[in-house]
């Protein structure tokens, strides 16, 4: 049981670059999250889904895309990355949408646009 | 506006020191998350509570859902503690309110 896979853990892009940072969990999970972490911002929400084919924007999507064709797979696509998107990427999932329900957490991304 | 506010921003500590990190929220909850982040490092889940305290070693979590405040406790506090604790409140079950983190360094 691997919980939450993130690949790759650390990337570094040209600006203009796209690319798809994975999110993978084993755990049959509905609901799965993307997050980005800035410093002195805390995470914030860029997309999220609640099975496979549902996905809606969070607080920041702008530049960003996702799509969920399956249960267990949940990318992150930049489109053209931005020195703005530099920042740690996160993906979350969790079993149900109740409140009191666990959310496991990738090991992050590491993301850097030059 | 922040749902979630956390003190101190950043901690000190001698290893073998009692810690307290707070959180205070402003939204009507059903369970409040603590999560720990190592630097470089993912993010791991605590503790889940609604109500009262919970222990897991050196770690207690307290809540007061009337007063909108919970706390975490770390008794005789070791260098392998030190890390980004970061309080986090559900709105759905995949979304949260996340606090801005409490960097914590104890020094042997």
């Known amino acids: 049981n691997a919980g939450v896979t993130q690949t790759p853990k650390f990337q570094v892009l040209k600006t203009g670059q796209s690319m798809t940072l994975q999110c993978a969990q084993d755990?049959?999970?509905?609901?799965m999250s993307w997050y980005r972490q800035d410093p002195g911002m805390g995470l914030r929400l860029i997309h999220y889904s609640v099975g496979a084919g549902i996905t809606d924007q969070g607080e920041v999507p702008n530049g960003y895309n996702v799509s969920r064709s399956t249960t267990e797979d949940f990318p992150l696509r930049l489109l053209s990355a931005a020195p703005s998107q530099t920042s740690v990427y996160f993906c979350?999932?969790?079993?149900?949408?109740?409140?009191?329900?666990?959310?496991?957490f990738g090991q992050g991304t590491r993301l850097t646009v030059v | 506006k922040n749902e979630v506010e956390q003190s101190p921003q950043n901690l000190t500590a001698q290893e073998g020191e009692f810690i307290t990190i707070n959180c205070s929220y402003s939204?009507?909850?059903?369970?409040l998350h603590w999560l720990q982040q190592h630097p470089g490092g993912g993010i791991v889940s605590l503790f889940m509570?609604?109500?009262g305290k919970k222990k897991h070693g050196r770690l207690i979590a307290t809540i007061n859902i009337q007063e909108k405040h919970s706390s975490l406790h770390i008794t005789a506090s070791h260098p392998r503690d030190s890390a980004v604790y970061i309080c986090?409140?559900?709105?759905?079950?995949?979304?949260?309110?996340f606090g801005t983190g409490t960097s914590l360094t104890v020094i042997p």
């Open positions: 986090a409140v559900p709105f759905t079950g995949n979304q949260f309110y």
């Open positions: 939204v009507g909850i059903s369970a």
């Open positions: 509570l609604s109500s």
């Open positions: 979350a999932s969790s079993y149900s949408y109740r409140l009191d329900t666990e959310a496991f």
């Open positions: 755990m049959n999970h509905e609901y």
